[in-house]
T-cell receptor, first 112, second 118 residues
Framework: DQQVKQNSPSLSVQEGRISILNCDYTNSMFDYFLWYKKYPAEGPTFLISISSIKDKNEDGRFTVFLNKSAKHLSLHIVPSQPGDSAVYFC???????????FGTGTRLQVFP | GAVVSQHPSWVICKSGTSVKIECRSLDFQATTMFWYRQFPKQSLMLMAT?????????EQGVEKDKFLINHASLTLSTLTVTSAHPEDSSFYICSARDQAGYAWDTQYFGPGTRLTVL
């Protein structure tokens, strides 16, 4: 039972363009969502998060959008840079729990 | 930034042996550490949550007698895979939460340990 899904295992984007990574969830109790970036042989690093009381959170080139009615969130990276090439995981947690549920990840490749 | 290390980074062992994986927070204290397992092309699955000085809390379906977790200090947690079998081969990742904060963005991940059981 995959509660957090990233249906695109990979994405290839040209440098300078927008990268859009998508994530869907099934548990309506989730109230906090995070995106992590992972390079090979390294642990995931926190990128950006959003609470369920918001529908958008922006940090520099990174923006996360949340559509609660559709149980969908997306990460926009603009402009994309070659250094953004990595695996991106979305994760979710429910209020008053000490647990993160991860998606399967999307491998982003930004080419020149 | 906060650093979490894991040792070893990879290990190969024979079936039936036990393997210990260490997770250390290098520049902060962590009252809570988490252990995850990731199979190829799958998501990180939480195995257990360990709190310094107390017993770990295991997720449903994770055998506590097989995956022994010890969190004896604020900077070290260990995961011991006992009597390892080939199906235990996986990528094990720990994370540590900085005790100075409670938000998810103060949880830092280690680089992972790849375990291969022959």
């Amino acid at each position: 039972d995959q509660q957090v899904k990233q249906n695109s295992p990979s994405l290839s984007v040209q440098e300078g363009r927008i990268s859009i990574l998508n994530c869907d969830y099934t548990n309506s109790m989730f109230d906090y969502f995070l995106w992590y970036k992972k390079y090979p042989a390294e642990g995931p690093t926190f990128l950006i998060s959003i609470s369920s009381i918001k529908d958008k959170n922006e940090d520099g080139r990174f923006t996360v959008f949340l559509n609660k009615s559709a149980k969908h969130l997306s990460l926009h990276i603009v402009p994309s840079q070659p250094g953004d090439s990595a695996v991106y995981f979305c994760a979710a947690s429910a209020e008053n729990t000490d647990k993160l549920i991860f998606g399967t990840g999307t491998r982003l490749q930004v080419f020149p | 930034g906060a650093v979490v290390s894991q040792h070893p980074s990879w290990v190969i062992c024979k079936s039936g042996t036990s393997v210990k994986i260490e997770c250390r927070s290098l520049d902060f204290q962590a009252t809570t550490m988490f252990w995850y397992r990731q199979f190829p092309k799958q998501s990180l699955m939480l195995m257990a949550t360990s709190n310094e000085g107390s017993k770990a809390t295991y997720e449903q379906g994770v055998e506590k007698d097989k995956f022994l977790i010890n969190h004896a200090s604020l900077t070290l947690s260990t995961l011991t895979v006992t009597s390892a079998h080939p199906e235990d081969s996986s990528f094990y990742i720990c994370s540590a939460r900085d005790q100075a904060g409670y938000a998810w963005d103060t949880q830092y991940f280690g680089p992972g340990t790849r375990l291969t059981v022959l």
